[in-house]
């Protein structure tokens, strides 16, 4: 059985005892991201598990997405402590010698989007705060060049709560895609 593995390579182990999403299983998931809701989208970025279900490669791509929406993509950026991460490798030289390129690399997508005003706002709210984001992080990263994140990051959006309509399971892989038949 092929499973795909948070480094882009598809293998067939288990790590600490839980699978990687199947090939299968990876295609429903993408194939559910489409289409899911911006409430759903952001409750599975919430429930994300970092080393399974599809890893940093899958986060890659939703915030790569034209839709993907600014709660999302700022949920991903403060849930994987960005600050921290490029504070201790603050080029992309430095994070690939490390084995830590591509969050790098998401980290570096975020921020240059999100200056641009490249993410929509769904009308969802978000508190940055309840993810671990300051303003004092936030101008940590002042010499950063490029990569310095703008201070709005830190702060609040209004909007209204999420309203999910998907069940996830503790790794923020929709339920039912979770339970689906490996072999097909």
């Keep these: 059985m092929s499973v795909y593995r948070a480094n882009g390579s598809w293998v067939a182990d288990e790590m600490m005892g839980y699978t990687y999403l199947t090939e ?5 998931f993408d194939e559910w991201f489409t289409t899911a809701s911006d409430d759903d989208r952001a409750e599975c970025v919430v429930c994300w598990n970092w ?3 599809g890893g940093v490669e899958t986060l890659q791509s939703i915030v790569e997405r034209p839709d993907c929406d600014v709660t999302t993509a700022l949920t991903i950026f403060w849930s994987s402590e960005a600050v921290s991460h490029l504070a201790k490798y603050p080029n992309e030289e430095e994070a690939i010698a490390a084995g ?3 969050m790098y690399k998401l980290h570096a997508s975020i921020i240059r989007r999100y200056k641009k005003n490249g993410y929509a706002h769904s009308g969802l709210e978000l508190d940055p705060s309840q993810l ?3 303003l004092s992080e936030v101008e940590s ?4 060049g490029d990569l310095a994140a703008a201070p709005a990051m830190a702060l609040p959006i209004t909007g209204r709560p999420r309203v999910c309509t998907t069940q996830f399971e503790m790794y923020g892989v929709p339920l039912f895609i979770d339970r689906l038949e490996s072999s097909k």
């Design 100 to 102: 830590q390129g591509d």
């Design 132 to 134: 671990g984001a300051s």
């Design 141 to 144: 990263l002042a010499q950063h």
């Design 24 to 28: 299968f299983q990876r295609a429903r």
């Design 51 to 53: 080393g399974l279900g």
